[in-house]
């Protein structure tokens, strides 16, 4: 028996979870097809979900296609939640990217097929609601050939589009044009076809071999609605996309993609097994794979239960092995994107960071203690969705990727904790870098320093995207490593706030100076603390010499930018032009193309929400908006954005002195 874990993935509204329905009925998973409309389907189990009509969270349910055991994930179409989607990517063997055969390639069409060639997940294409008004087939496969820059090869004919008796038939596609295809990654192929030898089995074995490779997409046309073209489909997943790869004698690793808690709170981790087994009662290894800021090695956790998926549902195992994907009991420190075991570097993930950030607003009944607790399980499930808690001001922030997840949040919180919430404005998430090089020192002396350390730093530029990198000019032998540590550890959480109150990346930081005093002791008496040093003074002093020497390096605040990509009328350029223009949107580049025109640039994360909205009016309705993160740009012009400190602000030596220690400097 052949394992194959599938995601299916789409434009929202393209039909992704009709399709779903359309296929576990033709399996044999359901007796009657569940509607989106209704809010009965299989995999949208989320009560916004069904409400919305939208997918949010991944679901996973199985079944059978002759020999090969299909674990099916569906996946969130809307870009609110590209996060869930990347990870769901990350487990798969295969993907199915449905399209509607009405409007075609779409935004979010074109950021799932990059990233889907990114990652070299081999991916079937399926033309959805061919049997709807306007449905277009030789339209659709010009988009998908140009506009996702993706080779791709009917795999039959479709009669009647438009209508509700559409139909499509599989056929072995046309010698000429699949080698024109396929002859960039197959010179013998070109080479027998130059020689009159070509047949259509063996274009046929190519084809099939390039899908595995994920060098070719084969599409298939049907309406999920009528289940035209759906066992074609299904044959095509069975012929032509590869069964997971596993070892089961190989050691144990595995990736943690989704966390949800059961009836009874207990959290429940989803695992792709990649090699091993994995058995009830194991102790296994749990960390970070260096994704998602998931870190080190957290030690060895306990699995107390197994279930895995079968036939559209789950059962309960002694035993897991590799290929497979499990829900696993007992993992309760587990987080999205930690592995179990070994980590993989293959299929490196990469996240575009939340560029948005609200504050929460509790309701009535909604007590600031139980809502953080809440918050904080939301983030568990989502490691993207970072919180941010001030406690002088007794308020939590989270940040986000778009305006959809606030209503997510919302609900989540009155459905599963009985909380009701608010929000504030929406407003973007900053950063500072270091705009120089800073250096402060602070030794031991009792009269100005009430700490018993001496700890000299310097701060400098680092290249973008580098993060934070911590370094000696000390000796390390020259006082305890667990002072080196707290020293280490305090200016990493310093960093979380800089001179305007957004977090500081992008820097070197260095030790160039340190000192203690060793453990002192009365004659038959035991410790002195005001005669010895403890980790406590250097986690105390740190975030003072810190703070001077980003204060002498001084710092630019950066605001995050979104690419962008309009396509629209030609003729309303006029009218979209100004309005970038005041939304501080950049055009880089403008190619005309006909009675069309598509407009590239980069605009600030804070307007994007409001130029989505305007597009369409603009337009005629004829407008398409892309965006997502690209970059980070010094602030320029105007009052540079403030972030409220929640910490002890040591910028202000008098005031951080007085929260730590009590009392005032002399």
């Given at each position: 028996m052949h394992m194959l874990n599938l995601g299916i993935l789409a434009h929202v509204d393209a039909g992704k979870t009709s399709l779903t329905e359309r296929l576990l009925h033709s399996v044999g998973v359901i007796d009657e097809i569940g509607s989106v409309d209704a809010g009965s389907t299989q995999t949208d189990t989320l009560a916004l979900e069904r409400r919305r009509g939208i997918t949010i969270k991944s679901a996973v349910v199985s079944f059978r296609i002759d020999d090969v055991t299909v674990n099916l994930i569906d996946t969130p179409g809307h870009p609110d939640f590209i996060a869930e989607v990347e990870r769901a990517l990350g487990v798969l063997d295969g993907a199915v990217l449905v399209v509607s055969a009405v409007e075609g390639v779409q935004a979010q069409t074109r950021i799932l097929m990059r990233t889907l060639r990114r990652l070299r997940i081999p991916t079937l294409v399926f033309v959805n609601k061919i049997d709807r008004r306007g449905a277009r087939v030789e339209g659709v496969l010009r988009e998908l050939a140009e506009r996702l820059s993706a080779p791709v090869l009917p795999m039959g004919v479709v009669t009647g589009p438009g209508t509700a008796a559409a139909r499509f038939t599989a056929v072995e596609p046309a010698v000429e044009p699949a080698v024109d295809v396929l002859a960039d990654h197959d010179d013998a192929l070109l080479s027998a076809y130059v020689d009159g030898a070509v047949t259509r089995d063996r274009v046929r074995r190519a084809i099939v071999a390039q899908t595995r490779r994920a060098l070719v997409h084969p599409v298939y046309f049907g309406s999920a609605t009528t289940g035209a073209g759906v066992p074609e489909l299904v044959a095509g997943i069975a012929e032509s996309l590869p069964a997971a790869d596993g070892d089961r004698e190989g050691p144990l690793s595995g990736t943690v993609f989704k966390v949800e808690r059961g009836p009874a709170g207990e959290k429940i981790a989803y695992v792709r097994l990649f090699s091993g087994v994995l058995r009830v009662r194991d102790r296994v290894p749990l960390g970070g794979d260096g994704g998602e800021g998931s870190g080190a090695a957290r030690g060895a956790t306990k699995v107390t239960a197994i279930s895995v998926f079968d036939q559209g549902t789950d059962v309960r195992r002694e035993e897991v092995a590799a290929g497979r994907i499990a829900r696993l009991w007992g993992l309760t420190e587990a987080r999205v994107g930690d592995c179990l075991g070994e980590p993989r570097d293959e299929r490196r993930r990469f996240f575009a960071p939340p560029t948005l950030e609200t504050v929460v607003v509790p309701g009535p009944g909604a007590d600031r203690r139980s809502l953080h607790v809440a918050l904080a399980r939301l983030a568990e499930q989502d490691p993207l969705i970072g919180l941010r808690h001030d406690e002088v001001r007794q308020e939590t922030s989270v940040s986000l990727y778009g305006e959809i997840q606030k209503e997510v949040v919302q609900a989540t919180l009155a459905e599963d904790h009985g909380?009701?919430?608010?929000?504030?404005?929406?407003?973007?998430?900053?950063?500072?870098?270091?705009?120089g090089v800073g250096a402060a020192a602070e030794f031991i002396k009792k009269d100005a320093n009430p700490f018993l350390a001496t700890v000299g730093l310097r701060v400098e530029p680092a290249a973008p995207g580098s993060g934070v990198r911590f370094g000696l000019e000390v000796e390390l032998g020259s006082m305890p490593y667990a002072f080196f540590k707290a020293v280490e550890d305090s200016v990493r959480e310093t960093l979380g706030q800089g001179l305007h109150g957004w977090q500081v990346t992008d820097c070197a930081v260095t030790m160039t100076h340190c000192g203690y005093w060793?453990?002192?002791?009365?004659?038959?008496?035991?410790?002195?603390?005001?005669?010895?040093?403890?980790?406590?003074?250097?986690?105390?002093?740190?975030?003072?010499?810190?703070?001077?020497?980003?204060?002498?390096?001084?710092?630019?605040?950066?605001?995050?930018m979104h690419r962008f990509r309009v396509e629209a009328p030609a003729d309303t350029l006029g009218a979209l032009l100004p309005v970038l223009a005041a939304a501080r949107?950049?055009?880089?580049?403008?190619?005309?193309?006909?009675?069309?025109?598509?407009?590239?640039?980069?605009?600030?994360?804070?307007?994007?929400?409001?130029?989505?909205?305007?597009?369409?009016?603009?337009?005629?309705?004829?407008?398409?908006?892309?965006?997502?993160?690209?970059?980070?740009?010094?602030v320029v012009g105007g009052t540079l954005p403030e972030r409220p400190r929640t910490d002890h602000d040591p910028l202000h030596r008098e005031e951080y002195l007085l929260r730590v220690t009590g009392r005032m400097a002399n």
């Open positions: 909380l009701q919430v608010a929000f504030r404005e929406t407003t973007p998430l900053c950063l500072e870098r270091p705009a060793p453990r002192q002791s009365h004659a038959h008496q035991g410790f002195d603390k005001s005669m010895s040093s403890t980790g406590y003074d250097f986690r105390g002093l740190t975030p003072l010499v810190l703070a001077e020497a980003l204060r002498r390096a001084g710092t630019l605040v950066h605001e995050p949107a950049v055009p880089r580049a403008t190619d005309v193309r006909g009675k069309r025109c598509v407009l590239e640039g980069t605009a600030p994360a804070a307007r994007v929400h409001g130029l989505e909205q305007r597009v369409p009016a603009l337009t005629r309705g004829e407008g398409e908006w892309e965006s997502g993160f690209d970059h980070y740009a010094p």
